[in-house]
Structures are given as C-alpha cells and as structure tokens.
C-alpha cells in the first residue's frame, strides 16, 4: 500500500522564524513529488519535484526531494502570519495521476 | 486559466436523502477528474478516478452504490451520495486534470461541505 508521511503534523512559530516541513514515502511506482497549501477551502499548488536534489523556489519558499532517502523538505523562510495553512505533501504514483496525499502539517505563525 | 467549479459550497440535509455535488472544469477539458473526501483535520483520502464517457475507479473500501459517479461531458462529473447519513457528512473536494498524461497537474475545485442531519 501506497504511504505518504508527513512530520512534524503540527507547529506554532513566530513571524520571522524559518521552518522545514517534511515528507517521506513509500510507493510503488513514483512519479512525482507535490506541495500544496491548504488554507480555508481546497489545496493550491506550491511545488512539483521529479528529480532528485534540484531545489525549486518561489520567494520565501523553497523544496528540494531526494529519491535516494525517499523524502523531500519544504522550507518557509521569514514566516509571515499569512502563511499558516495546512501544508500537505502528495506522491503521483502514474496511475492516472493518482495523487497520495500525507496527513499534512498544521502551521500556525504568530505575532 | 484552470478553474475548476463546485456546487454548491456547502449542503445540509436530512438523514436518508441523496445529495449531489457537481464539478466543472470552467477553462479545459478534463478527460479526468478525481474525488476527494477530507475529515476535519485530516488529510485528502482519494475516493474514485473519474474518467469521460467511462465508469468510475473506485478506491478499496469506498461504496460505489452510495457513491454515485458521472463524468457525462469533458467539463463536468457529478457525485452524489445517496441515502446520506451523518457519518457521510465531511468535506468533498474534486480536481481536474487535462490530457491523458500521468504527469498532468491536478487544479481543485474550492470543495462542498456537506452536513447530514
């Protein structure tokens, strides 16, 4: 069966801090790896990874996967209170774009 | 672009009535599109791959007949739960992805809460 891991699964820090989430797994055919933000409503797309050890960015947020360890990071840096979602982590396992999603991180970024 | 629509956002109804979600692809054509339900404070559980013109995939452990799936036009699938009961009621989101690859991206629709009383 298909496992997606996500730790810590929840975290409070204060504005400014710099955070790493992170998801490991266990699939039998990997695709890709997906980030997703997930505040109020329905998850929005942060970032794919396919390849090992090439780090994607967009701002204040960055990931990088390893298909060695089977895990990928995904790194808030500066922390904003706007950036306290539900962090979720998604294995495509090809079969259709299947996704398997982890049990998410729970951010909570205080004044 | 990649918009994709629920109706309604959210649905209270009475114990052993059906209830239908509807999700359209408002800027593609999704050839496929998925079915998530989430609990509160959990994570996104896969329920069935809905294909265009063909019958649903359902995941191991997810009723079928309670959990009716049509994909009748490239834009639209329709959920609907029959016989809702209050442990049905929870968070249905679906997304949509275009094309036929297995790496095509997955766009979400904002979700329909459902409550059964």
């Known amino acids: 069966e298909d496992k997606v891991v996500q730790s810590p699964l929840s975290l409070v820090v204060h504005e400014g801090d710099t955070v790493t989430l992170n998801c490991s797994y266990e699939v039998t055919n990997f695709r890709s790896l997906l980030w997703y933000k997930q505040e109020k409503k329905a998850p929005t797309f942060l970032f794919m990874l396919?390849?090992?050890?090439i780090e994607k960015k967009s701002g204040r947020l960055s990931s990088i996967l390893d298909k060695k360890e089977l895990f990928s990071i995904l790194n808030i840096t500066a922390t904003q209170t706007g950036d306290s979602a539900v962090y979720l982590c998604?294995?495509?396992?090809?079969?259709?774009?299947?996704?398997?999603f982890g049990t998410g991180t729970r951010l909570q970024v205080t004044l | 672009g990649a918009v994709v629509s629920q109706h309604p956002s959210w649905v209270i109804c009475k114990s052993g009535t059906s209830v239908k979600i509807e999700c359209r692809s408002l800027?593609?054509?999704?050839?496929?599109m998925f079915w998530y339900r989430q609990f509160p404070k959990q994570s996104l559980m896969l329920m069935a791959t809905s294909n265009e013109g063909s019958k649903a995939t359902y995941e191991q452990g997810v009723e079928k007949d309670k959990f009716l799936i049509n994909h009748a036009s490239l834009t639209l699938s329709t959920l609907t739960v029959t016989s809702a009961h209050p442990e049905d009621s929870s968070f249905y989101i679906c997304?949509?992805?275009?094309?036929?690859?297995?790496?095509?991206?997955?766009?979400f629709g904002p979700g329909t809460r459902l409550t059964v009383l």
């Open positions: 396919t390849s090992s050890g």
């Open positions: 997304s949509a992805t275009p094309g036929t690859s297995s790496d095509n991206e997955q766009f």
């Open positions: 800027d593609f054509q999704a050839t496929t």
């Open positions: 998604a294995v495509n396992t090809g079969t259709a774009s299947k996704l398997t």
